[in-house]
Structure formats: C-alpha cells, structure tokens
C-alpha cells in the first residue's frame, strides 16, 4: 500500500463481503464477565524478543510524487522533521522513542516507485522542494534510535544509481569516492554504515503509469541492483518484493524466488489483511471487527505457508521475512475513520503477536506509518500550533516497548470462541476448522458471453464463444460489459478458471475475468479478480477463487479490464471459461482471548509480561493466571480501551487511552480482569521457582 491519497486502493480490487458472527461459545446476559484461563510457564523460553517489529515508516516523498505531494511530505516528513531548525520536531522524536521505532523506512510507499535519490542530497539551496531530504532521514534517524531502511526506486533509475545510493552513505570521504564527498559536504564526513535496503514497493502492481514488470524481469533486476550495490559494501543487505497483501503465492512470490531466492538477503511482505471500503456503516461496527479480530491467526497461516515456500524453492532456511508495511485495511471515513479506531489498534497489537513468534522468521515490521497522513498513529502539525493526538494505534506500540520482556514464552489459553464467516480478505472461522476443501463438481455455465454497451472507446463483438475486445481510448476506462450468470449456493467456493488472450494490449492494467455474486457489485460489493495480462500474449489461464455470500442465489462471471492503469489501446480475447464449485477450507473458530507472554530475568528475579487482548466486545473476561515455575509477589497492569469497539481520538483525545491498575499483592495463581474490546500488559513481578 504506502499510498498517501488513498481513494480505494487503487491497484486492487477490494472484495466487500458481509458476514455473519456466531455466538460466543460462553455467551451470557448483560455485561456479566466471561470466564478465561491461561498457563504460562516461566521455565520454557521459545526464542528472543524482537524488538525489530516495532518499526515504522517515514515519509519524504518528492514533489509531484503518487498522489500528489506538498511541503508537508517534502519539507516535513509528515509533520516529524522541522527544516527551520534543521532537527527532527522534540515532540514527534519523544514520540518515536517512546515506541522504541527500532527502524524507521524511507522515503515511504508508491512515492517510491519514480524516487530520485539524488534530489535529496546536496546543499539545501539546491533542493528548495526537497528539505526533508536522504541526509535529514539519516540525522533523524539517529535522534530517535531506529535503523534506517532505506527503500530503492524500482521505476527509476539504474542499478548504477543505486550503487552510487551506496556510495553516498557508506563509501570512505577519502578523494576517490565523488558521492561520499558529497556527503561529507552535507555534514557528515564518517560513513553512515547503512546496511539495510529493499528493492521497490509493491512492485508488482507497476507505477501507477505506464510501466509494469513481469515477476522475472523484477527478479532478474533485482539480481543486478544487489549485485551493483554489494560491489560498493557488501555489507548491506536488500530485500526483494515477495507478496503485497495476501495474494496466492504462486503468482508472483514463486518466480522471483526461483530466480533470485539464491541470492535474496531478505523477502518482503506488506500486511493488510482486513479490507473495507463501505461508507454505509454496513455491517455494523461489531460485526466488522468480530471479523477482522479473526485475521491474525489468518496470517500466521499465510507465514506458515511463505516460510514453507522459500525453503522448497531456495533450499535455504536463512532468508528472513521484512514485513516493511503492515496495517488494517481500511479506507473509508464514515461512520467513523476504522482505521483510527480502537478496533483496528487491537488487530495491529495481534499482528504484533504474530510478528514475534520465532518460527516465522521475521527480522523487522514497520506500521503504517507513524504521524499525520492518512494512516499516522500521531496526528498534529506542530509548526501549525496544532495539538500532538496519540490515536487507538499509536498504544500497542508503546505498550508492546515499555511493558514486555526480552524472552518469549509459550502460554497455554483456555476460553470462549466465535463464529465469523468468509468475506473482506478474512476465511471462514467455524467451529473446529477444515483442512482441506472438498471438490463437488463443474457449474453449468453458459458458453456464450451476454454483451452490453461497452464504454466509450472500446467496442466488442463476439466470435463464436469468445468475445473479442478492442480497446482504443487516451481515458483510464473500466470495462465490464460481458458476462455469464449461473445458479450458486451460499457459502460455497467457485473457482473461476478463464482463459484470455491479447494482442498489443498497452496499459499496466490489462485484461483479465472477475467472479462475484449474480446481484452486480453495486448491490453486493461482492467479486474477485484473477490476475491480469498486457501486451501480446497466446491463450493464457487465470484463475481465482470465490467465496458466496450467505444470501446468494447466483453467481456472476465477467470479462474484465479493470481502470487505474491509464489510457489502453489494444485488444484482448476472452474464451472458454470454467467453475469449479468447492466447499472451501476453513479455520477453527475465533478465540476470544489472544496471548503473547515474555519474561526478563536478573539472578532468577524478574517480571513476566502478559499482552492480553478480549476480542469479546460486550463482555469483560475474568482471567485466571498460572505461572509455573515462577513465584509472583505483585502485579500491574496496563488497559487500552475505550467506550466502544469502533471508538476513535478524533475529536476527543482521551476517547481512546490506557489506563494503569495496580493489582497489588498476588499469589498465584491469580485472577486479573480485562473489559471488553481491550489490550491489557500485565506486568508480574517475582522470582523463579
């Protein structure tokens, strides 16, 4: 994502599925308190804590970047950097620090892609439009304490560019190396010492523009970049776009690991699992976040299966996984801006959970992103006398920094679950889960396409059982004018096989087939798309799958060309098309109760630290702890809620906020309750039995 004008996303089709949530295995009446349990045994250390996930992302895009940009991206970094004193802004750095932003990424998302790094070096006077600039990242970077990762244009440029990228920062100011002189001028005469860097952002879905790589041509150049780059110090590392979002990793984390997993010093993921759109309110508030609340087990899923891939392909188990962006999904403003909400700061603290564990080799994850913008967790101009505002997603952060330890332990839980259905980027939770699908036949669809008027500058025809498409128009266009429609059921899958073939076919968006509900998208919000093609391309198969909604009648199959990727000329030639219906794999059911513990010890005396969070969002959860192995003498605790799940900071800066409860003296094992829809750090203090 890493866009700052965000009017849906642009690049992608968000899927808006309504969804129903299921009981709580322990309901009751009114607020009564749930019960819970949870062992945690002190003695069993499963790996370090990484305080590399609590990174974050700042941005110092270029004038006349994506989306548009002004001083404040330019000069300001968002509102972070004061370029009349030439430091980073004292209160946005306390900030920083007090999250302990371990890393901090530069220059930010899609402003990336056409990025001149060379623009942002040199005497200020030489860059009016530029003040924020390579060299102020890096001072700002050692004023909060976070490690720079410093990303490298993928539409811009040369592998030549990035070296001297290299040179500026690293190379020795010793009269041979023109680029570090340069950066001796601009006020720093010793090496940086960078050493992490990635290639692009979402490189897969192009520039915006007119250029768009193929998985092979991105893998083979990021062979040559990181060659290029190591020549200069082969010290640093880069990274290679692997998977944005949660795509099928076959489409293109698999090619590029083919071609450059031998040589990959890193792989990055963006998370953004939960999707949604809908300005209508619609589904209500706790069925959106019942849903959401879902995904991080989700996601460890997706972990599981990405580790699993790089290892088949590469045979090598030591490629770490960068998640450079991570956030929920959410693009909307009305009822409330849900991405700003309580809500969405509990799905961040569980994705943090995730991010922590071990197996899934994650060496760093940077938030989405840290002030101001769209998505900041601090909000306020301070050159403007606007008040500093911490928002919901802000809290996790500082929590996670100064109320966990430093080894990870395992914790049994014991507590309530939930139902939710597929829908919004989230499977099916239901009951104990299913592993595998189950396969119950072919659809019956219709073998000729039904034509409609087709949008201005385009026009179609068909040719037998094929529609023949021609495309001729300077306007960035949406088409959807032919399409089949058969009987479906809900809540099962139909995986849409469809096959496409194009000829000159000019734009970064191209021509593929959607599936979705018989109702239209206007009246459901209900579809996916398989993946597209450009150019001149034989009879190429693409495929995707479709979950029902739980009211469908029909579904729907439609020869797409999806807009966003500028002005297209061309044709395309859409064929046979075959469903295949399926009872989709599912997860087990939701548990209320999300667990991440730690310890830090000092001659068998110490703390443990327990991150609670209650997805329950109308009841408290009365929660029995056990500490094995560990003798607890006291306890406090740390609570982030709010008045509602959907509760935001925009109005009201003590909305949202932690409250600290001293529990006192404790014997375990202990009771500690929690409210509903809330993150609570427990700290216990004692000592090893």
């Known amino acids: 994502m890493g866009n700052t004008l965000v009017r849906g996303f642009g690049w992608a089709l968000v899927v808006m599925v309504p969804m129903v949530v299921g009981s709580c295995a322990h309901a009751v009446s009114g607020g009564e308190a749930l019960r819970a349990s949870i062992t945690i045994d002190a003695r069993t250390v499963v790996g370090k804590v990484n305080p590399g996930v609590l990174g974050g992302n700042m941005i110092g895009y270029q004038k006349g970047a994506f989306g548009g940009t002004g001083s404040e ?3 300001r970094s968002c509102g972070v950097w004061d370029p009349e004193q030439h430091r980073g802004v004292p209160e946005m750095v306390a900030l920083a620090r007090n999250i302990g932003m371990s890393f901090a990424r530069y220059p930010g998302g899609c402003g990336v892609h056409l990025f001149d790094w060379k623009k942002t070096v040199g005497p200020l006077t030489a860059r009016p439009d530029q003040k924020f600039g390579l ?9 909060i304490g976070a490690v720079p990762l410093i990303t490298v244009a993928d539409y811009h440029g040369t592998a030549q560019d990035a070296a001297d990228l290299v040179e500026y920062l690293n190379g020795p100011n010793d009269g041979k190396h023109p680029w570090a002189a340069l950066r001796a ?10 050493v992490w860097f990635e290639y692009g952002n979402e490189s897969e879905h192009g520039d915006h523009g007119s250029q768009r790589m193929s998985a092979q041509q991105y893998a083979h150049n990021y062979l040559n970049y990181r060659h290029a780059m190591r020549a200069v110090d082969p010290h640093i590392k880069l990274g290679a776009v692997v998977a944005t979002c949660f795509p099928n990793l076959s489409d293109w984390a698999l090619p590029v690991l083919k071609i450059a997993g031998a040589g990959m010093d890193f792989a990055i993921h963006h ?6 759109s809908g300005e209508n309110g619609k589904p209500d508030a706790r069925t959106i976040f019942a849903m959401a609340l879902a995904g991080a087990d989700q996601i460890q899923g997706y972990y599981d299966e990405m580790n699993a891939l790089i290892r088949k392909v590469t045979g090598r188990k030591d490629i770490p996984i960068a998640v450079t962006e991570y956030n929920g999904a959410f693009v909307q403003e009305k009822p409330v801006p849900y991405r700003h909400t309580l809500g969405n700061a509990l799905l961040n603290a569980d994705q943090i959970r995730v991010f922590m564990q071990p197996k899934n080799n994650i060496v760093m994850a940077n938030f989405w992103e840290f002030a101001n913008e769209y998505w900041g967790t601090v909000k306020g101009f301070t050159y403007l006398h606007e008040p ?3 928002r919901p997603q802000y ?8 109320h966990f330890g430093r080894e990870l332990l395992g914790a049994k839980v014991d507590c309530g679950t939930y139902n939710v259905s597929s829908g919004y980027g989230i499977a099916s939770a239901q009951d104990k889960g299913s592993k595998h699908e189950v396969i119950l036949g072919t659809v019956n669809m219709p073998r000729k396409w039904s034509l409609f008027d087709p949008p201005t ?7 037998g059982n094929r529609v023949v498409v021609d495309f001729d128009t300077q306007k960035d266009i949406d088409y959807y004018s032919a399409m089949k429609i058969a009987p479906a059921k809900p809540g099962l899958g139909y995986r849409l096989t469809g096959m496409v073939k194009t000829d000159g076919l000019t734009s970064t968006s191209g021509a593929s087939c959607q599936i979705g509900d018989g109702r239209g998208w206007d009246a459901t919000r209900s579809a996916v798309l398989t993946p597209n093609i450009t150019g001149t391309h034989g009879w190429t198969s693409l495929s995707t799958d479709y979950v029902a909604l739980d009211d469908t009648k029909s579904i729907m199959v439609t020869a797409r060309r999806q807009m966003q990727g500028g002005a297209i000329k061309g044709r395309a030639i859409y064929g046979d098309t075959k469903v295949t219906e399926f009872i989709p794999k599912h997860y087990p059911a939701v548990p209320i109760l999300s667990v991440n513990a730690s310890r830090t010890l000092n001659g068998g005396k110490g703390k443990l630290y327990v991150m609670l969070i209650n997805k329950e969002q109308q009841h408290p959860l009365s929660v029995r702890v056990s500490t094995p192995g560990f003798a607890p003498a006291s306890a406090n605790a740390w609570i982030l809620s709010g008045p ?19 529990l006192g003296a404790v014997k375990g094992p202990f009771t500690v309750s929690i409210p509903a829809h809330s993150l609570t750090a427990l700290e216990i203090e004692g000592k090893m039995r």
């Open 388 to 390: 500093l505002v911490k």
């Open 644 to 662: 509602a799940v959907d509760a935001t900071n925009e109005q009201n800066p003590q909305n949202v906020k932690v409250i600290r409860k001293n």
């Open 271 to 276: 998370s953004y699992k939960f999707n949604y």
């Open 73 to 75: 991206y330019t000069d």
């Open 185 to 194: 001028s601009d006020g720093h005469p010793a090496p940086w010492k960078a």
């Open 135 to 143: 060299p102020e990242f890096m001072q700002l970077c050692g004023e």
């Open 457 to 463: 500058g385009v026009s179609h025809h068909l040719d």
């Open 395 to 402: 809290y996790p952060l500082d929590l996670y920094h100064n």
